[in-house]
């Protein structure tokens, strides 16, 4: 199998980054019922499900792609999680062009968590999504510096992007809701990071399920 990874690769991401989210629609809940108001899940699931309904046109490019999802994210979500899942993906299509590859993927997910950092103004450490983001782009960076293929940096940025999300939880939220419990906010999962890490997982089974 060549290094490339092609459309139907990244819309089977996509696919099983709403499947693993439906699956984990009340995990989701219910980490943002502790520090939040309990509706990441269903704000997530709700947002991919019509994303999933629009990829009943196959996109003909990965820049078509992730227009679709960035914008109908932006549109079906409520809360901070669409704009900030919106601009990850509609920052991620401009850096690609027909032919997508491990350093190419990872330039545009790289894309994709600057525009969290520039729209939800996070810091590394602040109790958001991005403490999963921010290491998993970084490990994916790592690996194809190291030679890996995509399917081997997404391997390494999903575990980084695990290990991120289990760092939030000692955190005292400082962006979002979570952060008017102040101190209180410590002890919990961030949500918003575990839904990230199982946007690396999804990445990774499907490049590997491909070999
Ligand atoms: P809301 O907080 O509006 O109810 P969600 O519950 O869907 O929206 O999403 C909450 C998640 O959004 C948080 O767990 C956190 O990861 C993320 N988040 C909130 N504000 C920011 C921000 N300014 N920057 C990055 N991520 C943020
Ligand atoms: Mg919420």
Known sequence: MSGAVSTDDLVAWIRAFRDAVREHRDDLTALDSAI???????????????????LETTPASAPDLFKTVG???????????????GTFFLRMG???????D??????????????VVARGKAEPGDKTMIDAQLPAVAAWDDAVDGGADAADAATAA??????????????????G??????????????????????????LSDTLAARR
């Not at 999903?158 to 962006?175: C, I, Q, S, W």
Request: hydrophobic fraction near 45%.
């Open 36 to 54: 939040g108001d309990a509706d990441h899940g269903s704000n997530m699931a709700r947002g991919l499900d019509a994303v999933v309904a629009k």
């Open 71 to 85: 914008m109908t994210l932006v549109s079906s979500v409520g809360g901070a999680s669409g704009p900030l899942y």
């Open 94 to 100: 401009p850096p690609l062009s027909d032919s997508v």
């Open 102 to 115: 491990a350093a190419s993927l990872g330039a545009a997910l790289r894309a994709g968590v600057d525009g």
């Open 158 to 175: 999903a575990e980084a992007a695990a290990r991120g999300r289990d760092a939030t939880e000692p955190l005292v939220a400082r962006k």
């Open 177 to 202: 809701r979570a952060s008017y419990l102040g101190e209180r906010s410590a002890g919990h999962i961030d949500p918003g990071a575990a839904s990230s890490a199982l946007l690396f997982q999804a």
